[in-house]
């Protein structure tokens, strides 16, 4: 399985980034999909699922309403829509892959994406 994230960068506080993450040797429809972020000095934190029709989501408390996570199965890719971003929104965004929506353990992991959001 391989997970590459793109569409990091520098954003100013308030602004908008839209990450994707493609998959590959995966059968991408099974599969749950993810997003975490880990800042400087920080432990990994969870951000948002999708499950792999796309029916359920979820999100951190701090993202709700800010953070949107989609999928497109036809392409093998989950993307995490990010709007009014904040400062502390800076982090290593990763994506992941799990079996299904309630596995305690996520499987695969991508390498990471910048994001930095200037005050």
């Known amino acids: 399985v391989r997970l590459v994230e793109s569409g990091g960068g520098l954003a100013q506080a308030g602004g908008s980034l839209r990450l994707s993450c493609a998959a590959s040797?995966?059968?991408?429809?099974?599969?749950?999909m993810g997003w975490f972020r880990q800042a400087p000095g920080k432990e990994r934190e969870f951000v948002a699922s999708?499950?792999?029709?796309?029916?359920?989501?979820y999100y951190l408390d701090s993202v709700k309403g800010r953070f949107s996570i989609s999928r497109d199965n036809a392409k093998n890719t989950v993307y995490l829509q990010m709007n009014s971003l904040k400062p502390e929104d800076t982090a290593i965004y990763s994506c992941?892959?799990?079996?299904?929506?309630?596995?305690?353990?996520?499987?695969?992991w991508g390498q990471g994406t910048q994001v930095t959001v200037s005050s």
């Open positions: 040797e995966i059968t991408f429809s099974v599969y749950t």
């Open positions: 999708i499950s792999g029709s796309g029916s359920n989501t």
């Open positions: 992941a892959t799990k079996a299904y929506f309630t596995a305690p353990v996520w499987n695969y």
